[in-house]
């Protein structure tokens, strides 16, 4: 009898939702020879969004015809929750801090993060992961860990802390996807990318845009290729973040050798491309070296704000000048030994910034 795989996927929003929905189609079929049965437990702290998810991907799995069983469950402690489930891997889609809270809920708080630069919510993005891998160190630890929030600087933070996480989803691997399908590959072993959360929109720049390789050759004009793609809503880019995520479950689950690009792998800043063997994962670099990409990277960073090494936190000029006259010990940046401290200070300066009514305009 074959084992079964289990997924567990925190998180009830989009990305956590379109992830569900492309496992149930991607999964093997019910007829596949040595198909190991795949079982995803999606987890929130809202049991009714997490059962509406679950619900709807059975009925998906069902038309495709896939192996694959979809559960929801209210997300209690962490640490007791893991001990229960033992995944084979935990995808984390859910943080303190929602993207879409500058378009839905205006307040000094999302003009804060307008002027300092997205990086300044790390604290926030990565208080679910943080919670997660150490729950998976308690409880779990033969469950990988893959972070879908802001991976690209979470993940670090994650490393810095001592705390396990294999990679991440989205970011590169969207602008992935979007560059094999404008080259017409089947897939990514003809094509690496080294990108960052930043290059979701295109830098002033050209020169500084994603940096694409097909047959180890440099892609060149690649902001032409990824322009109609940025253009679309960020919803569909989260599917398309969703769709690849899935895909790469379903390669790690099942050990097949695969090549594409993921934010965060092992720790790292920003986006690379890698490949995926017996559900393990190294750097597939071609032309640089791993401590040229990670400059790279590190220098694509200072787009959202910020810069990490060296365990620590920088704040670059822009985001001081926003979070001096508010928290003015942490302005210029933090340990991530400190990490605990530092997001507990920035959901009070939250807080108190979301009850501050904003000044009307001038006429």
Request: with cysteine; net charge neutral.
């Amino acid at each position: 009898m074959t084992n079964r795989h289990h997924i567990a996927i925190v998180g009830s929003g989009s990305l956590a939702t379109s992830i569900c929905e492309s496992l149930a189609s991607l999964a093997p079929p019910l007829d596949a020879l040595n198909a190991a049965p795949i079982e995803v437990t999606v987890l929130a702290r809202n049991p009714d969004a997490v059962a509406v998810i679950a619900r709807h991907c059975r009925a998906r799995a069902a038309v495709a015809g896939t192996a694959i069983s979809f559960t929801g469950e209210r997300l209690g402690e962490e640490t007791a929750t893991l001990a229960r489930l033992q995944p084979t891997y935990l995808v984390c889609c859910a943080s303190a801090q929602s993207p879409y809270e500058k378009v839905h809920r205006p307040s000094p708080w999302t003009a804060l993060i307008g002027a300092a630069g997205f990086g300044a919510t790390l604290p926030l993005q990565a208080t679910v992961a943080v919670r997660l891998a150490r729950a998976i160190g308690a409880a779990s630890p033969h469950t990988t860990l893959i972070n879908g929030c802001f991976p690209d600087a979470v993940n670090p933070l994650l490393a810095a802390m001592g705390l396990p996480v294999l990679c991440g989803i989205g970011n590169v691997a969207t602008l992935a996807a979007c560059l094999q399908a404008a080259l017409g590959l089947p897939d990514q072993r003809r094509l690496a990318v080294l990108g960052h959360h930043a290059h979701l929109d295109a830098p002033d720049d050209p020169g500084d845009d994603v940096l694409a390789w097909r047959d180890g050759r440099p892609v060149s004009g690649v902001s032409a290729l990824l322009a109609p793609d940025r253009a679309l809503p960020r919803p569909a880019l989260n599917a398309i973040a969703g769709h690849a995520a899935a895909r790469l479950l379903i390669d790690l689950l099942s050990g097949a050798e695969v090549h594409t690009s993921v934010p965060g792998p092992l720790g790292l800043p920003g986006g690379y491309p890698v490949r995926l063997a017996d559900g393990g994962l190294a750097l597939n670099l071609p032309g640089l070296s791993p401590a040229e990409a990670i400059e790279w990277n590190v220098r694509a960073g200072r787009r959202d704000g910020i810069e990490l090494g060296g365990g620590r936190v920088r704040h670059l000029p822009a985001a001081v000048a926003a979070l001096e006259p508010h928290l003015p010990e942490l302005a210029r940046g933090w340990d991530a030994t400190d990490y605990d401290a530092v997001q507990d200070l920035f959901r009070v300066l939250r807080r108190r910034l979301r009850a501050t009514s904003p000044r009307p305009a001038l006429i």
